[in-house]
C-alpha cells in the first residue's frame, strides 16, 4: 500500500484538514493508501511514496526521496484529485 | 456546545497587517474564555516562523497552535476584514476571513475540522460568510 503524507508546519490542523480531504479524494478513485498527516520537520525524516503540500512548504522538503505535489486549495476535492491521480 | 458563537464572530473590522489580523481573530477566543493570551502569541509566533501556509485556500486563513499553548475550550472564531491583507502566500493572498482556531486535543481537533472543512469549503455557504450582514447567519452555517 502506498503510503502519503499530508505536511503543513505544525502537524495540527492545517495538514490535518488536507489529510481528510485527500481520503475523500482516494474514496472517489477507488485506491487504498495509508494517509498521514504530519508537520514539515517530522516529514523531512519519514519515507514515503507522496507528499502533498503547500507550495511554501515543498521549498522546504525539496530534496526528499519521495515525490512532492503541491496543493494550493485545500478545500478544493477537484485539485487534489488532479494532484494526485496518476500518481497514486 | 456550538463550534461558533456569536461573542466569537466580528464582522468588517480593520486590521493593518497579518500579525495584527491574527491577534485580532485570537482575542475572541480569548474574551470567550477558549484560550489565554499565550495562545495567540503561539499563533502568532507560528505564523512568523513557519509562514504563511495558513492560507490554506484563496482568502482563508486558519490560524492555530497546539493544545498545550493555552486551549481552556475547543472552540473557533471568525473574523471578517473589511480590507483584504496580504499574508505572503504565493497563491491564496489577499486574506478576507480568518478563522482561529483551538482544539483540546487531536479528536476535538479532527472533529472541529470537519465542521470549518464542511462550511468553509462549500462555496455557496463560503458566499454567505463574505456577505452577510447578520453574524448570526454565520453561526447558523456552522450549527448544521
Known sequence: MKKILAVCGLGQGTSLILRMNI???????????????????????????????SAELAKTLEGHQSD?????NYFDLEEIKQALQNRV | MDLLQLETVELDRVAKDA???????????????????EYVDAMVKNYIEIGPYIVIAPNIA??????????????????????????????????????????????????MLKGISQVLGNKAKLETILKTNEKKDIVELFRS
Do not use: W, Y
Open chain 1, 68 to 72: 512532492i505535489v503541491i496543493v494550493n
Open chain 2, 19 to 37: 500579525i495584527d489580523a491574527i491577534r485580532l481573530a485570537g482575542d475572541l477566543l480569548v474574551q470567550a474564555n477558549k484560550v489565554t493570551s
Open chain 2, 62 to 111: 486558519i490560524p492555530h497552535a497546539r493544545p498545550e499553548n493555552g486551549v481552556q475550550e475547543t472552540g473557533i472564531s471568525l473574523l471578517r476584514l473589511s480590507d483584504p491583507i496580504e499574508f505572503g502566500h504565493e497563491s491564496n493572498d489577499p486574506v478576507k476571513l480568518i478563522c482561529a482556531i483551538a482544539g483540546t486535543d487531536q479528536s476535538s481537533h479532527l472533529e
Open chain 1, 23 to 53: 481520503e475523500q479524494v482516494l474514496n472517489d478513485l477507488g485506491v487504498n493508501a495509508d494517509v498521514e498527516h504530519v508537520d514539515v520537520s517530522s516529514a523531512s525524516g519519514m519515507s514515503s511514496d507522496l507528499i502533498v503540500t
